[in-house]
């Protein structure tokens, strides 16, 4: 494989292929040396000759079976990890500038100890999305899913998702929202990418947590992209079942109520903002 200065990875199920155009055409309007890995786990094969014409900026994987986020993001991480200087995991309901790659870019190789820059995260109509947070405690993941009392909702989500900051200072947080993130892909020689027992939900929490053990993880605001954030678990029945079975498995590999290095590294977080909690 060609060596490469930036490659991406979207996983597909069921998506409109205008997203996934949007984010090539993107792609195209950088000066960067990329190329863009779709893996499809929907049921049928319907947009592999959609992107035939990009030739070999793109590259489709039609895995035939729903592996999951994880897995199926896995099987670029391993294709590329020797091949790329930087990986970028992406939605593909995401909107953003293709200057802010070149800036994400720089940014991380002044500083080879960083392992993941994300951007600022935006709705559709401007506010902020709270993507970079401290690891959760179970009664933050419980409460803002399954107590519907905004004001308990609000007391928690305050300090979980570090709602009393602006969101416009660069800062190291060991967990964001996987939308949107940029690797160092020496990462993956420590790291080998998302755990595999997560079908879907928690693997962006468990992924982040792992690099952040050996590598800053980091919040950088100077850089915003747009997420249609779809919230599915809050609409369907299997989503909610997907996010409670994901949840159980990521306390019973860390620690309940009684993980002590989360507590230490949401301490060592929080300590950056001396004067702002």
């Known amino acids: 494989m060609s ?33 863009l890995f779709l893996i499809d786990n929907s049921p049928e094969n319907t947009l592999q000759h959609f992107f035939e014409s990009y030739n070999d900026n793109v590259e489709y994987m039609f ?33 953003f500038e293709s200057s802010i790659l070149n800036q994400m870019i720089l940014y991380m190789m002044k500083d080879n100890n960083i392992g993941i820059l994300a951007p600022k995260v935006l709705n559709l109509d401007g506010s902020i999305q709270y993507s970079a947070k401290l690891l959760p405690r179970p009664l933050d993941l419980i409460v803002r899913r399954f107590v519907p009392i905004k004001s308990i909702q609000d007391y928690f ?45 928690s693997e962006d929490i468990d992924f ?14 100077e850089v915003s992209i747009f997420h249609e954030h779809g919230k599915g678990s809050y609409k369907s029945i299997k989503l909610l079942y997907y996010h409670i079975r994901s949840m ?12 002590k290095e989360r507590m230490q590294i949401n301490k060592k977080t929080l300590s950056q903002f001396n004067g702002e909690i």
């Open 3 to 35: 060596r490469f200065e930036l490659t991406v990875s979207i996983v597909l199920f069921k998506t409109d292929k205008l997203e996934v155009e949007n984010v090539i055409n993107k792609l195209l309007e950088t000066t960067i040396n990329w190329k």
């Open 63 to 95: 895995t035939n079976k729903n592996l999951g986020f994880g897995k199926a993001h896995n099987l670029v991480i391993n294709k590329i990890k020797r091949s790329s200087d930087f990986h970028l995991i992406l939605n593909s309901d995401i909107d």
């Open 157 to 201: 989500n305050n300090k979980f998702e570090l709602r009393f900051l602006s969101f416009d200072k660069i800062m190291q947080t060991p967990c964001f929202t996987g939308c949107f993130l940029l690797v160092n892909c020496e990462v993956f020689a420590k790291v080998e990418g998302f755990d595999e027992q997560f079908f879907m939900y």
């Open 208 to 221: 982040t947590r792992q690099v952040n053990q050996k590598y800053k993880t980091i919040y950088y605001p």
């Open 248 to 259: 159980v498995k990521y306390y019973n590999k860390w620690g309940w109520f009684f993980d």
